[in-house]
């Protein structure tokens, strides 16, 4: 996420500026490397017909060998921007 900042000078002082917070932005979560199956798959198929469906998702960062868990992280009202298979 980002906050964007809104800059305004101190009446009176040419010394000083305030700095308020003004709206935040998401950014689109790009998934690399990841391991998906047909859910996920179908899931954007409906999006791209026109079935808009917003989901709540759990990703997963595992550790190289693939047997620990390293990180989880809870996303919600979700959907698939894009996708591509592998070569």
């Known amino acids: 996420m980002e906050t964007e ?10 010394n000083h ?6 709206r935040s932005k998401q950014f689109n979560l790009v998934l690399k490397r990841g391991i998906v199956n047909k859910v996920l798959w179908d899931w954007y198929h409906d999006i ?25 992280f809870q996303v919600s009202q979700a959907f698939p921007l894009s996708g ?3 070569t």
């Open 5 to 14: 900042v809104l800059d305004r000078p101190e009446g009176g002082l040419n």
């Open 48 to 72: 791209t017909i026109g079935k808009m469906k917003f989901r709540n998702a759990t990703i997963l960062v595992l550790d190289p060998s693939g047997s620990d868990q390293l990180l989880e």
């Open 84 to 86: 591509k298979a592998p």
């Open 17 to 22: 500026t305030w700095k308020f917070a003004t």
